[in-house]
């Protein structure tokens, strides 16, 4: 039994241990880990067409992206109301060319930089976004007509995600990688060394202007890399925001701005980017078509390609799933976004004992859907935005024509709709096709809308027959109550991503590739193989020790005296190195032996 003296001794001793380790602790860090630098804060004013109930641009009677008569020219307008924006420069040729020049002499002391001169540039953009979050869902909205809950999900979150991945694991990603030499080669030391490309190039989509814009401009920046991103037309008028803010961000940090080029305009510019000499690789996200095009002028250079091209998500619905979680979330990877994304659920399998359950609960939901304007209806209620692109709308109702003249029943929707408040905005009905089964042309065909397609099915067989009709192969989702049986049934599919129970979040799992098989494209990007797809994989080898070099034995020097002794000493190396045996190996060694005598 210790006395109160041995308690006070014991407490002191404490106190010092607590006092060294700590002590240790900080010498430690001082001396062996230079202190991160930090982000820097900046300002940027957001532009007055993002504040809600902005009302000064006039509403454009047939909104288009072609200014009439100055086709130099880009008509930006919102497409939750029609309207106008203003109207942006498209870029030329000979602009595209000046800036993939300055972007390549920027470079060239980018690429000097320390990772951790990179993560302030990060951690100063993670700042800012993570301040600014309202006024970025705000410009996001007004280009794309989406809602604000949709904008942060899809805009802030993902890209704050890659930023904080980035950051933190970014580094070890791209550090030297040591190999084994293998027996022959033990005196050497061998690594793999990821070396930035040069001028890397990023054509993206719309439907996320500000997260499917800043995303390639993370990983190139941290992987040493200057980038030029060619936006969409169909989103031009936010671009300019959203190049102020990485320029802003390089500036404080005392980088060159010019590292980072920004160009919008139509399929002349996107060509020229994707043939021109100057561009080191090439990341496109889009559609399939489009992605031929751009695979074809990359081929001209043999300019290296990642090609993110959409898919047909599918999810997979088994009689055991926990409904009251696997609807909310089906219903969100339908609605979110008006469905305008590369992973969004465009096809429901549900196994045949809950379809009726199923059907009946999805119908009640997709007519409750409210459609309108965010940052211009108020509180009235909005949780379904606009779509950015109109000219699409006839080919939807041909889909759902064609899916219903085959026995499919549209129980909601199916047409676009005129909203009373924005008669010129761009919207289209949420829509519950149901009975559908493979041989209809929805079921091939991405809808890129706002239409949950909902199919029946008997069995895992049956499920993974049906899902593998259609050329896509970019995410998918199983929900069932048996973890082995959801695991089995989404490793089974030919996809690049699977969720089990949840939908899209391997995209939130930065750590993780992004990218699909079959006609939804090749390559990936997030996680370290989408950091080393903008590097050089440059392998890399040196003498072990200053005094062990290669040497070339006099037998086979050249010029070389006895052809055939060479050919039986060289014979001889090869079993001695990679006999399974040992003593095959010594049996070798005593021949190279005696042949080198």
Same mark, same amino acid.
């Given at each position: 039994?210790c006395c109160?003296?041995?308690?006070?001794?014991?407490?002191?001793?404490?106190?010092v241990?607590?006092?060294v380790?700590?002590?240790?602790a900080?010498?430690?860090?001082?001396?062996?880990?230079?202190?991160?630098?930090?982000?820097?804060p900046? +300002?940027?004013?957001?532009?007055?067409?993002?504040?809600?109930?902005?009302?000064?641009?006039e509403?454009?009677?047939?909104p288009?992206? *072609? %200014?009439?008569?100055r086709?130099? !020219?880009?008509q930006? *307008?919102d497409?939750a109301?029609?309207?106008s924006?203003?109207?942006?420069?498209?870029?030329?040729?000979?602009?595209l060319?000046?800036?993939?020049?300055?972007a390549?002499?920027?470079?060239? &002391?980018?690429?000097?930089?320390?990772f +951790?001169?990179?993560?302030?540039?990060?951690r100063?953009?993670?700042?800012f976004?993570?301040?600014h979050?309202r006024?970025?869902?705000?410009?996001a909205?007004?280009?794309s007509?989406k809602?604000l809950?949709? %904008?942060?999900?899809g +805009?802030?979150?993902?890209?704050n995600?890659? !930023?904080?991945?980035?950051?933190k694991?970014?580094?070890?990603?791209?550090?030297?990688?040591?190999?084994?030499?293998?027996?022959?080669?033990?005196?050497?030391?061998?690594k793999v060394?990821?070396q930035?490309r040069?001028v890397?190039a990023?054509?993206?989509?719309?439907?996320?202007?500000f997260?499917?814009t800043?995303?390639?401009?993370i990983?190139a920046? *941290?992987?040493?890399?200057?980038?030029?991103v060619?936006?969409?037309?169909h989103?031009?008028?936010s671009?300019?925001?959203w190049?102020?803010m990485?320029?802003?961000?390089?500036?404080?940090?005392g980088?060159d701005p010019?590292l980072?080029?920004?160009?919008?305009g139509f399929?002349?510019?996107?060509?020229?980017l994707?043939?021109?000499?100057?561009?080191?690789?090439?990341?496109?996200?889009g559609?399939?078509e489009? #992605?031929?095009l751009?695979?074809?002028?990359? &081929?001209?250079?043999?300019?290296?390609?990642?090609?993110?091209l959409?898919?047909?998500d599918?999810?997979?619905?088994? %009689?055991? %799933?926990?409904? &009251?979680?696997?609807?909310?979330v089906? /219903?969100?990877?339908?609605?979110?976004?008006a469905?305008?994304?590369?992973?969004?659920? +465009?096809r429901?399998?549900?196994?045949? #004992?809950a379809y009726?359950?199923?059907?009946?609960e /999805?119908?009640?939901?997709i007519?409750?859907?409210?459609?309108?304007?965010?940052?211009?209806?108020?509180?009235?209620?909005?949780?379904?935005g606009a779509m950015?692109?109109?000219?699409?709308?006839?080919?939807?109702?041909?889909?759902i024509a064609?899916?219903?003249s085959?026995?499919?029943?549209? !129980?909601?929707?199916?047409?676009p709709y005129?909203?009373?408040r924005?008669?010129?905005?761009?919207?289209?009905?949420?829509? !519950?096709?149901?009975?559908?089964?493979?041989?209809?042309?929805?079921?091939?065909?991405?809808?890129f809308?706002?239409?949950?397609?909902?199919m029946? *099915?008997?069995d895992?067989?049956?499920?993974?027959?049906?899902?593998?009709?259609?050329?896509y192969?970019?995410?998918?989702?199983v929900?069932?109550g048996d973890r082995e049986r959801?695991?089995?049934?989404?490793?089974?599919l030919?996809?690049?991503?699977?969720n089990?129970?949840d939908?899209?979040?391997?995209y939130?799992?930065?750590a993780?590739?992004?990218g699909?098989?079959?006609?939804?494209?090749?390559?990936?990007?997030? #996680?370290?193989?989408?950091l080393?797809?903008?590097?050089?994989e440059?392998a890399?080898?040196?003498?072990?020790?200053?005094?062990?070099?290669?040497?070339?034995?006099?037998?086979?020097?050249?010029?070389?005296?006895?052809?055939?002794k060479g050919?039986?000493?060289t014979q001889?190396?090869?079993?001695?190195?990679?006999?399974?045996?040992?003593?095959?190996?010594i049996?070798?060694?005593?021949r190279l032996g005696?042949l080198s005598?």
């Open positions: 039994m109160v003296s041995d308690l006070f001794q014991c407490e002191s001793l404490l106190q241990v607590v006092a380790v700590a002590g240790g900080v010498l430690y860090f001082g001396l062996f880990h230079k202190a991160s630098m930090p982000a820097i900046f +300002e940027l004013k957001p532009p007055a067409e993002s504040q809600p109930g902005w009302k000064s641009g509403i454009l009677d047939q288009s992206i *072609f %200014a009439e008569g086709p130099g !020219l880009i930006c *307008f497409p109301t029609g309207r924006l203003g109207q942006v420069p498209a870029t030329t040729v000979e602009q060319n000046d800036k993939l020049k300055r390549r002499q920027a470079q060239k &002391s980018w690429a000097l930089t320390t +951790e001169q990179r993560r302030q540039v990060l100063t953009l993670n700042e976004v993570l301040k979050q006024e970025i869902c705000q410009v909205c007004r280009d007509g809602t809950i949709d %904008a942060t999900l +805009e802030v979150l993902t890209t995600a890659k !930023l904080q991945w980035t950051i694991n970014g580094e070890n990603a791209l550090k030297d990688d040591s190999r084994d030499p293998g027996f022959m080669m033990m005196y050497k030391r061998a060394v990821y930035p040069g890397v990023a054509l993206v989509s719309w439907n996320y202007p997260h499917n800043v995303g390639p401009v990983s920046l *941290f992987s040493g890399n200057a980038i030029v060619k936006a969409s037309e989103v031009a008028w671009m300019a925001y190049e102020q990485v320029k802003r961000a390089l500036n404080v940090c980088h010019e980072v080029q920004f160009v919008t399929a002349d510019i996107g060509s020229a994707t043939m021109s000499p100057l561009v080191d690789h090439i990341t496109f996200i559609s399939p489009v #992605g031929k751009v695979m074809k002028s990359a &081929s001209a250079n043999l300019t290296p390609v990642t090609l993110e959409g898919g047909k599918c999810a997979i619905v088994f %009689a055991d %799933a926990d409904m &009251s979680q696997c609807i909310p089906l /219903m969100r990877g339908v609605i979110q976004n469905s305008q994304n590369c992973i969004g659920i +465009e429901i399998l549900v196994q045949e #004992g009726d359950k199923f059907v009946a /999805m119908e009640r939901r007519k409750a859907v409210r459609l309108g304007a965010v940052l211009d209806d108020g509180d009235a209620g909005v949780d379904c950015v692109l109109s000219n699409c709308f006839g080919r939807l109702e041909s889909l064609d899916a219903v085959k026995g499919a029943r549209c !129980l909601v929707g199916g047409h005129v909203h009373p924005h008669p010129r905005g761009q919207y289209f009905e949420p829509t !519950l096709l149901v009975d559908v089964t493979p041989d209809m042309d929805i079921t091939r065909n991405e809808t809308g706002p239409i949950m397609v909902i029946k *099915f008997k895992e067989q049956d499920s993974l027959d049906k899902v593998h009709s259609s050329p192969g970019l995410g998918s989702s929900f069932s959801g695991r089995r049934v989404a490793l089974k030919r996809t690049g991503m699977a089990v129970n939908f899209g979040v391997n939130i799992c930065q993780l590739p992004f699909g098989v079959g006609i939804s494209g090749f390559g990936r990007f997030a #996680g370290p193989e989408g080393r797809a903008l590097c050089v440059k890399f080898t040196e003498d072990r020790f200053p005094f062990v070099k290669t040497p070339i034995p006099p037998i086979v020097d050249y010029p070389i005296q006895d052809t055939e050919y039986q000493f001889q190396i090869v079993a001695f190195a990679y006999s399974d045996s040992w003593w095959a190996s049996k070798a060694g005593l005696k005598m």
